[in-house]
C-alpha cells in the first residue's frame, strides 16, 4: 500500500517498505553476472562463495578445489518454475558482482521483477508471499 503522496519524506519510505518487503519475500542476498546472464543466491550460496573465494585454512583450500554453490538463474525464475546452475572454484573469477539494485535494475530493464525465493526447506516457495 502506498502512501498518500504528500511530502518527499514519504515517497522515500514508500520505497524503504517496498524494498523492505522485497527482502523479506526473496531470500537471496549475493547477485552477479556470468557470460551476460543474471543470477542470483541465497545465504547459503553466499557463504560457499565467500570461502571458495578466500579461503582462511589449509582445509579451506582442500574444500575449495571441489566445492561449488547454486545460483538462480533470475530471467528464467519465475511464475513457480526455478532454474539453478552450479559454480565452482573455476567460474568465481570470471563472475561480475553486482548490487541488489544493479540486479533489479537489470531485470527492469527485461522487464521483469525479482522472483521471491525462500532458502528455508518448510518455508515459503517460489511466489509465496
Given at each position: 500500500?502506498?502512501?498518500?503522496?504528500?511530502?518527499?519524506?514519504?515517497?522515500?519510505?514508500?520505497?524503504?517498505?517496498?524494498?523492505?518487503?522485497?527482502?523479506?519475500?526473496?531470500?537471496?542476498?549475493?547477485?552477479?553476472?556470468?557470460?551476460?546472464?543474471?543470477?542470483?543466491?541465497?545465504?547459503?550460496?553466499?557463504?560457499?562463495?565467500?570461502?571458495?573465494?578466500?579461503p582462511e585454512s589449509k582445509e579451506d583450500e582442500a574444500w575449495s578445489k571441489d566445492a561449488n554453490f547454486s545460483a538462480y538463474d533470475?530471467?528464467?525464475?519465475?511464475?513457480?518454475?526455478?532454474?539453478?546452475?552450479?559454480?565452482?572454484?573455476?567460474?568465481?573469477?570470471?563472475?561480475?558482482?553486482?548490487?541488489?539494485?544493479?540486479?533489479?535494475?537489470?531485470?527492469?530493464?527485461?522487464?521483469?521483477?525479482?522472483?521471491?525465493?525462500?532458502?528455508?526447506?518448510?518455508?515459503?516457495?517460489?511466489?509465496?508471499?
Amino acid at each position: 500500500m502506498e502512501s498518500p503522496a504528500f511530502s518527499k519524506f514519504r515517497d522515500l519510505m514508500d520505497r524503504w517498505d517496498a524494498s523492505f518487503r522485497l527482502f523479506e519475500e526473496s531470500d537471496l542476498c549475493l547477485f552477479f553476472k556470468k557470460d551476460g546472464v543474471l543470477y542470483g543466491a541465497t545465504e547459503d550460496g553466499r557463504i560457499n562463495f565467500a570461502r571458495i573465494k578466500n579461503p582462511e585454512s589449509k582445509e579451506d583450500e582442500a574444500w575449495s578445489k571441489d566445492a561449488n554453490f547454486s545460483a538462480y538463474d533470475l530471467e528464467k525464475t519465475s511464475d513457480g518454475n526455478k532454474s539453478m546452475s552450479l559454480f565452482s572454484a573455476s567460474d568465481v573469477d570470471k563472475l561480475k558482482m553486482l548490487s541488489q539494485e544493479q540486479a533489479e535494475k537489470e531485470l527492469e530493464k527485461k522487464g521483469k521483477k525479482m522472483p521471491a525465493i525462500s532458502d528455508d526447506e518448510g518455508g515459503r516457495t517460489l511466489g509465496e508471499k
